[in-house]
């Protein structure tokens, strides 16, 4: 079983505050976004993440690279202040989301099409029994 990487970004997206899971498998990015609306205390983000996680829907998985290299602690705070500083998210996490969302667009048009031609149906057997029921034997 290969390692992973999990990183949490919290950002105010306006008018909301989101969160965005960036998950590293096997050199395969996939992330997943979540709204929570007003800006999040630090427990509720931690409790969030508790109780929801494994109910995240992550995009399909993008091909990226991981660096693994050993840093010295210090560097590594370093940078985590600068990432503090900056906003946003990366350009490989939000093509892994724009591919979720397309992919739930595609799904939503199935559903759609299939609900439209249900309904049609469904109509269409209402017309044809009125229609038995005008011409029984009169």
């Known amino acids: 079983m290969?390692?992973?990487?999990?990183?949490?970004?919290?950002?105010?997206e306006d008018p909301f505050w989101i969160g965005v899971f960036e998950r590293i498998e096997n050199g395969m990015l996939s992330v997943a976004k979540v709204t929570f609306g007003a800006e999040p205390k630090d427990y509720e983000v931690y409790e969030f993440i508790l109780k929801h996680y494994y109910?995240?829907?992550f995009s399909p998985?993008?091909?990226?690279?991981?660096?693994?290299?050993?840093q010295n602690p210090k560097?590594?705070?370093?940078?985590?202040?600068?990432?503090?500083?900056?906003t946003?998210?990366?350009?490989?996490?939000q093509q892994a989301l724009k591919l979720q969302q397309e992919?739930?667009?595609?799904e939503?048009?199935?559903r759609s099409r299939e609900r439209?031609?249900?309904?049609?149906?469904?109509?269409?057997e209402l017309k044809k029994q009125k229609k038995k029921e005008k011409h029984r034997g009169r």
């Open 116 to 124: 439209k031609l249900a309904e049609a149906e469904r109509l269409f």
């Open 75 to 86: 560097r590594i705070q370093r940078d985590i202040k600068k990432s503090l500083l900056q």
């Open 103 to 106: 992919q739930n667009k595609q």
């Open 108 to 110: 939503r048009k199935v």
């Open 88 to 93: 946003g998210i990366g350009t490989k996490s």
């Open 61 to 70: 998985a993008v091909a990226t690279v991981v660096k693994e290299a050993k």
């Open 55 to 57: 109910d995240l829907q």
């Open 2 to 12: 290969g390692e992973g990487q999990c990183k949490l970004t919290v950002l105010f």
